[in-house]
């Protein structure tokens, strides 16, 4: 198309064919003023005089470069209203079949899912209603028992706790009264000492790293097991891979808790500074 007689280019933007603009723009303004220098000659019908003398004269190359352009536009014209598809097409229908495939698969999954969830969702609810039925029943029967109770204590008009105060009695104790006393703690006070006194102990496992792969763990646990004390009794260990080639002792200790500190023996243990790096306390149970 030409404005004000010249070419305008821009309607051949969204063309996929390569052409020379310049060219172009040059072939239709020597082709206009050509038109002008014959209509100021006076010639008649311009337009029937070229096509008569274009028959004879052979073309330029410019005049045959935008026939193969208009021919080009025509049958790219033509493809696109379905005559022939180009292969974007067919690669856009294969990408979309796939896209709709994978949608299909996520939908059956999300069903799928949404129907384990609906149902963990209804279990979960019904162990909410057993625990509540359950909690209901023991409150009744905690109720039960502190209601039966009470009858009891009115119906006895006191508790067995009861039995041996004399509330109204006198504070005033007799001769013997205070001589079976004396009898009683005197006979308590022999049964404890016979008893055998429990000592409470605890048994310790310690972590004990050392700095680096070239340490010598046995060297380690031979210093370590040389710390002594009273109360202070060394147990079975073994070496633990640790990291990277690593390994740490882990040695179980038998403590009384009265004679032997827990703190006391890591500080102990870290002393050992060329070969301990630090020590922690891996579990701690009370016998």
Known sequence: MSTNGVYDPSVLVQETFYFDVAKLQEAEILYQEHLETLRRSGTGDVPNKLQKKAS????????????????????????????????????????SS???????????????????????????????????????????????????????????????????????????????????KEERLKAY?????????????????????????????????????EIKSTGLKWGASKQVPLAYGIKKLQIIAIVEDDNCSIDWLQEQIENIEDLVQSVDIAAFNKL
């Open 98 to 180: 796939t896209i709709l495939e994978t949608l299909n698969k996520i939908s059956v999954e999300y069903g799928e899912l949404k129907r384990i969830v609906t149902k963990q969702a209804d279990d979960i609810q019904k162990i909410l209603k057993r625990l509540d039925t359950l909690e209901i029943k023991e409150s009744k029967n905690l109720l039960s028992r502190s209601t039966n109770k009470t009858e009891n204590i009115v119906k006895n008009g006191t508790t067995e706790d009861d039995d041996d105060i004399d509330l109204f009695g006198s504070d005033e104790e007799t001769e013997e009264e205070r001589k079976v």
């Open 189 to 225: 006070e022999n049964k404890k000492a016979k008893k055998a006194q429990v000592i409470a102990k605890s048994s310790v496992v310690l972590d004990v790293k050392p700095w680096s792969d070239e340490t010598d763990l046995n060297e380690m646990e031979t210093q370590v097991r």
């Open 56 to 95: 004879p004269t052979p073309k330029s190359s410019i005049a045959i470069e935008i026939a193969n352009i208009r021919s080009k536009i025509k049958d790219f014209n033509l493809r696109v209203d379905g005559i022939e598809l180009p292969q974007s097409s067919l690669a856009l229908d294969k990408d």
